[in-house]
């Protein structure tokens, strides 16, 4: 799937430069940044829900030390 991405000049050059020091195509880069991004936004959430799970399993538990 192709996409087109708007970016700011500065943010554009940026990438011009680190592909051409690791030769490598900017889009490629690009690609792995944004997988990246994905990616950490995934465990995030994932993460999230755990806490969320432990939290409403341990709910009595807490209740009962906040009244010690």
């Known amino acids: 799937m192709d996409l087109e991405l708007m970016i700011r000049p500065e943010v554009a050059q940026r990438l011009r430069d680190l592909a051409e020091e690791e030769q490598r195509y900017k889009e490629k880069l690009a690609e792995e940044a944004i997988e990246g991004y994905l990616n950490r936004a ?8 755990i806490l969320r ?13 906040g009244d010690l």
């Open 42 to 49: 995934q465990r995030r959430e994932e993460l999230l829900r």
């Open 53 to 65: 799970r432990e939290e409403e399993a341990n709910a009595e538990f807490y209740r009962e030390l």
